[in-house]
């Protein structure tokens, strides 16, 4: 069956359906200004990968955008209700120049009960938008917040530090929502280890990836991958997914992998 390729929601194919069933994008750009960011690479750089978020092309405006969101979301309910929604891939969700968009079709999805997980490396907003969502009758069980963490500031100009969005992280989870971490990429592994080691007692999921196109040496990836096994695995029962490419790498199969290892099914909120 052909996946659903809507302008706003789609199901996502590739790499990047290890991550979600179904996804959302609004706009293309980011101001985050990350040095390795895929969208920065290959034929659609000039169209995805601009420093500046805009508005995608097929939406002739806010509005438009949000009417094009509602019909789809009601032709795919009874899957969206399942699987929940991702936002997003070819932005930050959370920046000032997009949250306002995301934020309106996230209350439209939660008056739905269809979940959500917003990934971003933003934590200047989150806190008021956590808080407005506490105020509402919506299930709050149906919200993720996940960080993009890599330990890399200098790599990252324009987004929070690392540390804000460890400490956002632990506020939410605090306040009862979902989280998770992007551990993704690894520049280093010294860097990305600190962050798990940071976040354990309050990071719900763990998504583990390597740099596209960089080498690394096995023994490496395999120790790195013992350790964040026996730490969030063993040692705090959180649930991990090792990219496909981390596994090659690695030269382990997922079939090896103890039983918090999650394959890309699984689902946060079915938890």
């Not at 959370?94 to 490396?121: F, G, S």
């Amino acid at each position: 069956m052909k996946n659903f390729n809507g302008k706003a929601i789609y199901q996502p194919a590739g790499k990047a359906a290890e991550y979600a069933k179904w996804a959302c994008n609004f706009y293309a750009g980011c101001s985050n200004g990350c040095t390795y960011c895929y969208l920065k690479k290959g034929r659609g750089a000039k169209i995805l990968g601009g420093d500046k978020p805009t508005l995608k092309k097929c939406f002739k405006d806010e509005q438009h955008a949000m009417e094009v969101f509602n019909k789809e979301l009601y032709s795919s309910l009874p899957e969206l209700q399942k699987h929940g929604l991702f936002f997003s891939f070819s932005t930050d969700p959370m920046l000032y120049e997009t949250k306002e968009l995301t934020m309106l079709a996230i209350n439209i999805c939660l008056y739905n009960d269809v979940p959500v997980k917003i990934l971003t490396k933003c934590a200047t907003h989150i806190g008021q938008f956590a808080y407005e969502l506490q105020c509402t009758d919506f299930d709050l069980s149906n919200v993720a917040f996940g960080f993009t963490l890599t330990g890399e500031d200098e790599l990252e100009p324009g987004a929070s530090t690392n540390q804000a969005r460890i400490e956002a992280m632990r506020r939410l989870h605090a306040a009862g929502f979902k989280t998770f971490a992007s551990i993704e990429p690894i520049i280093d592994f010294y860097s990305s280890w600190g962050v798990v080691l940071q976040t354990l007692s309050f990071c719900d999921l763990y998504k583990i990836g390597l740099l596209s196109g960089k080498k690394y040496d096995k023994s490496e990836v395999l120790e790195y991958l013992s350790k964040v096994i026996l730490m969030a695995c063993c040692a705090y029962d959180r649930k991990v997914y090792f990219k496909d490419s981390l596994l090659k790498a690695a030269g382990i199969e997922r079939s090896d992998l103890p039983e918090n290892c999650v394959s890309k099914d699984y689902n946060i909120f079915n938890q």
